[in-house]
């Protein structure tokens, strides 16, 4: 949905230029890692651990919708199996240690992410969209009959437990630097990806399916894979919330779920790398404003006005628009 | 008494019955979403909020101005699909030239607005519509008890989309229709007010909606949610028929109730999660779908 322009200049201004961006790409990331050390200082850890937990998500949605063109309906059966596997395993084995927990509810999720993508990618557009969609339910109403997830009253009271076995996580400031280790993690997976040769192909199959084929690479399979990476990234982050929170609910495997994750991706730019993070952080603060106000009720119509504004007139997002903008002026 | 594989033959045929009914809905709710997809290529998400509003549009109707079922069912179509034909002009074809996913997001947000503005007002429990009258009650069959109400939605529902196949198949206004569907640009050379088509089919579908609200109101509890989780069966049932043909798209619909009505006798535990599974085995063997035709 955004496209980057490349000059036809000499090489060696291009491969100067490149520099000086990367240089600069790397100061800001710099920036950002210092802000988010000092964060929990400066606002409630519990608040932005959530937050991290959403940008998470919303990266690994970005990385299929804003990277391969694929719009997931379904990325809440993702979360929500990571979430489920890990605070199943970590109430029920007092001896498992977090991080071995997070690492098994990711590892279901991508097996998962392989289930789901072999079958939906052999449709494409909004029949993608509907099929992801339609297996997540299935995926919602197994987890609400299955006797390990404790039906509408989801996992409650899941151990924080010590991270490596002697780091207790029971102080939310620790619990906030792994959670910002994690993220980080995944960030840099994604931010990796997509500046691979693969994340180029992967852009050259979402511009013209048909040419990237016949220029000889096998687009299902990058589709595959880039699906997987995604839905893994989403099992990560509902993994970690479950242990930042510790509960697991239903609430993460339902649509409305799914819509929320678009919502942010959308809202703070598609196929941008900030965006998701931006995006997550906005709807957020939102909820968490609009539940101690009168509008409390209110929340999924602001969503959803957000929703349609967003698509209407607004439709390159926070960040693409900063983008356009600095492109415009300063360039 | 008779048995079909170890189940009472009344129990047999009373679930079948319940699963033609649900069906009647899938297919009614299908056959909207396909009018709209073949012209405006967009999936509307919105299609559960416009049935859940049809059938809110009966019961407030009934409660404040009096207007009877039949008086509904006549004029609840018309006014949600009078709604939709503004949706489309004033929001829709804004997005009509970019992108069909941005329609389907579009749709998504006003599904979620109607939803939760009636959530505030009406809370999720859902309230009751009466049944007419004259269509309470049953026909004893001698092998089974067949209740009226049920009997007429089917019947109702069939004729419906009969009516819809004959509208696109055989008259004018359809044939523009279905050249609409293969070639937008061409038609409007040759003249023929295509955004005003777009529009009339847009309210149309949205009309097919209301109107299987209505006819559900007296079946179902009528809650705000009545339709999301109903629309995400319906697109299932979509994938499964492909959005190719208009019959297609009422017998994929007919026939995913009755494996669900059967799954109920049989396998209770699956009932809800079975046209899901159809739908795998069909992505796995047919991945265009039953009745699809694409490339």
Redesign the interface.
Known sequence: ?MTETQSMAAPSAVLERQKRAKFRRNMFYLALIVVGLVAPFLAYPVFLMKVLCFALFACAFNLLLGYAGL?SFGHAAFLATGGYVTGYLLASYPGLTPELGIIAGTLLATLLGVLFGV??I??Q???F???T???A??VY??FV?APFTGGEDGLHGVPRGELFGFISLSSNLAMYYFVFAIFIFGFALIQRTVHSPFGQVLKAIRENEPRAVSLGYNADAYKLVAFVISAGLAGLAGSTKTVVFQLASLTDAH?HMS?EV?LMT?LGGVGTLLGPLMGAGIVVSLQHILAQSPLG?????I??????I???SF?SGIVGELDKMYRKNFK | MTMIFGVPLAVFMGQLTLGLVNGAFYALLSLGLAVI?GLLK??NFAHGAQYMLGAFAALLGFRYLGINYWLALFLVPLVVGAFGVLLERF?LR??AH?????G???T??????F???L??FFGVSGARYATPEILQGGLNLGFMFLPTYRAWVLVAALAMCLFTWFMIERTRLGAYLRAGTENSQLMQAFGVNVPLLITLTYGFGVALAAFAGVLAAPLYPVSPTMG??LL??V??V??IGGMGSILGAIITGLAMGIIEGLTKVYYP?AS??VI??V??LV??LR?VGLFGKEA
């Open positions: 949905m719009l079958l939906s052999r449709r557009g909004i029949y969209a509907m099929v969609l339609a297996i339910q299935l109403f197994m009959q649509w819509g678009i959308l009720n209110w929340v999924s119509v969503l959803g006005i957000i929703f349609v967003c698509v209407l439709r | 997809f967009i999936v929001l804004r997005i970019l992108d069909h996913l941005y389907l997001l579009l998504f947000g006003l599904a979620l607005i939803e939760g503005t959530v505030n999301s989780s995400i069966v697109f299932a979509v994938v535990e809800n999660t899901f599974f739908m795998i992505l796995m991945p």
